[in-house]
């Protein structure tokens, strides 16, 4: 599987291939700059079900927040701090197939859901940080 | 029967006695690309037997009976931002009577995850 990141006022793809997802700014007592927004499509995988996205680690920001919103389809007024945004990942750093604490995307050859996600960044948070995703699916 | 002493993944023996064995990310040219397994080329309807290995260890056995309707395989992989992919496990099962039933055995330790 890979991960296509697009830009969230436009709908463009910024990269085909991300490995790592660009908030834009951060600052502390403030939501990102931009909501990073991407879609997971097969690689070598013939089929992609159940697939969930974990939050694996909040880079030690434990006062800071991480929200997200899915849509079948692209949309332009989700913007960081968004209402769209006020559901939250809960750090897993464990997170197994059978975690309750997933978010559900679809993901087909030709079409896959969007997920926008949004960093709220504690005021008491110092430092440089990196959080990372999980990515956990049944494939053939 | 060498390639059985270091096997991990499915075996399906079929009606005409000859058997399909797992391989991963090879060149399937009917579909013009590389596939992460081989398991859509095997014709369900001709299973007799389904087994899961790992490390030359079978694992799970499944024998065809009437009431199979479906047979079930895939592995469980993840994939972490700014890390590698890694498996997590591979599954067969098969679905009976409407029922389907899963045998999930661990990537790492072999163990069988129900």
Known sequence: MHLKTYDFATGDVVSDRAEELDFGAIVQGDHCQIPAVLRIYPD???????????????GGWSTSEFGYYTSPSFVTNVWPGSEKLNNHFVEMRDATQGSP?????????????FLWLDADIGSNQLGSTSVSYRFIFNYT | MDI???????I?????????????NFFDPHLGRICATNWHLVNQNQIVRLELWWQGSCKVRIEKTSDISEWVFYHTGCKTTG????????????????????????????????
């Open chain 2, 83 to 114: 890390s590698s992919f890694t498996i997590l496990s591979r599954t067969i099962g098969c679905v009976r009577n409407g029922t389907r039933t899963v045998y999930t055995v661990d990537e790492n330790t072999g163990l069988l995850i129900y």
């Open chain 2, 12 to 24: 399906a023996y079929l009606t005409d006695s000859n058997r399909v064995v797992e391989k991963n």
């Open chain 1, 44 to 58: 070598t995988e013939v089929s992609i079900s159940d697939l969930k996205v974990y939050l694996s680690n909040n």
């Open chain 2, 4 to 10: 059985l002493k270091t096997m991990t993944g499915f």
């Open chain 1, 101 to 113: 604490n997933g978010v559900s995307l679809n993901v087909t050859d030709s079409t896959s859901d």
